[in-house]
């Protein structure tokens, strides 16, 4: 079965340093890969995916993922972080079923949380 | 750009009613997704639709039931509410064939049960 794991509840940032929130993934087969953001009391915005190609995947607002398939990791980076970017990251998985409409796996969230 | 709408936003029944969720997807996707997220949960899939018919299904109470339309919108309908059935329901789209594999959500229905 496909899944992620997120194995951070929370991370704290100073404005203006580079941000890692971490994720790694255990699939069958190739690895559909996304990150989600969720502001307070709104819906889940899609950032990036990984699909084939460049490890190196540039999303929005900023974001960049790096795709290590030696490690199994999907981690979502950000150069230099802006208090903005405090809400829940949701790490995702596709589910590798043959439905045309498969769905995706959610890790459990990171806050992470942007100081001034 | 137009995204996924889902009504009514927010919603209050009392326990043993009923309640109609509906999702509106993005012009031209062909298949919608329901997911549950539980206070401090992440998003939990419940069932998804592609070309009006049932595509896949998770963690969905018998007590739920959902069909997707003509027109492609989708409606998630709650019989015999629980308290437990408190939570915010999002709709996604997408559309398979044009290889996108990601999926757009909804602002999502919370969903209050007393």
């Known amino acids: 079965a496909q899944s992620v794991a997120q194995p951070e509840d929370q991370v704290n940032v100073a404005e203006g340093n580079p941000l890692t929130v971490k994720c790694t993934y255990s699939?069958?087969?190739?690895?559909?890969l996304f990150w989600y953001v969720q502001y307070p009391n709104r819906g889940l915005q899609f950032l990036l995916k990984?699909?084939?190609?460049?490890?190196l995947v540039k999303g929005s607002y900023g974001f960049e993922a790096e795709f290590n398939k030696s490690q199994t990791s999907f981690h979502l980076k950000k150069p230099s972080a802006l208090v903005s970017d405090s809400a829940l990251y949701f790490c995702?998985?596709?589910?590798?079923?043959?439905?045309?409409?498969?769905?995706?796996?959610f890790g459990s969230g990171t806050r992470l949380s942007i100081r001034p | 750009a137009a995204g996924v709408i889902q009504s009514p936003r927010h919603l209050i029944k009392e326990k043993r009613e009923t309640a109609t969720l509906k999702c509106y997807p993005i012009?031209?996707?062909?298949?919608v997704y329901w997911y549950q997220q539980g206070p401090g949960q992440d998003p939990q899939f419940l069932i998804s639709?592609?070309?009006?018919?049932?595509?896949d299904k998770g963690s969905i109470p018998d007590r739920f039931s959902a069909q997707q339309f003509s027109d492609y919108h989708s409606e998630l309908n709650m019989s015999s509410l629980e308290l437990g059935d408190s939570a915010l329901y999002f709709c996604?789209?997408?559309?398979?064939?044009?290889?996108?594999?990601?999926?757009?959500f909804g602002p999502g229905t919370r969903l209050t049960v007393t």
């Open positions: 012009p031209r996707h062909d298949t």
């Open positions: 995702a998985v596709r589910d590798s079923g043959y439905s045309s409409a498969s769905k995706i796996i």
């Open positions: 699939v069958s087969g190739n690895p559909y």
């Open positions: 639709f592609y070309e009006k018919m049932q595509s």
């Open positions: 996604a789209s997408s559309s398979p064939d044009r290889g996108l594999y990601e999926q757009y």
């Open positions: 990984y699909i084939t190609g460049d490890n």
